[in-house]
């Protein structure tokens, strides 16, 4: 049997352990992907939302809906999110790990 072979495989960081210093370029960038994600996925509560009456925002909120859509996305992520970041910091520093550690 070879040591490869008996080497468990590891997808994401363990989270039984602190994180080891995280560049800022890898974190903002982490942030950013959930960011888009959660964008995308608060993005449809607002189709079909008619704004009409009195305070409607004509065809300006129609044009700005999505910027406002992405700075949702934003300050979801920037409080912590769903997570997603989190686990996908884990799952690329476990690929720069080198082979021998645990």
Do not use: N
């Amino acid at each position: 049997m070879t040591a490869a072979a008996a080497t468990p495989v590891r997808y994401a960081y363990p989270t039984d352990r602190p994180l080891p210093p995280v560049p800022p370029r890898l974190k903002a960038q982490a942030e950013d992907f959930e960011a888009m994600v959660m964008s995308q996925m608060i993005s449809p509560m607002f189709e079909g939302l008619k704004s009409d009456g009195p305070f409607d925002g004509g065809a300006g909120e129609s044009a700005f809906r999505g910027f406002l859509i992405q700075e949702f996305g934003k300050s979801i992520a920037a409080r912590g999110g769903i997570g997603l970041s989190d686990m996908l910091i884990r799952s690329l520093l476990v690929t720069e790990e080198p082979a021998h550690a645990q």
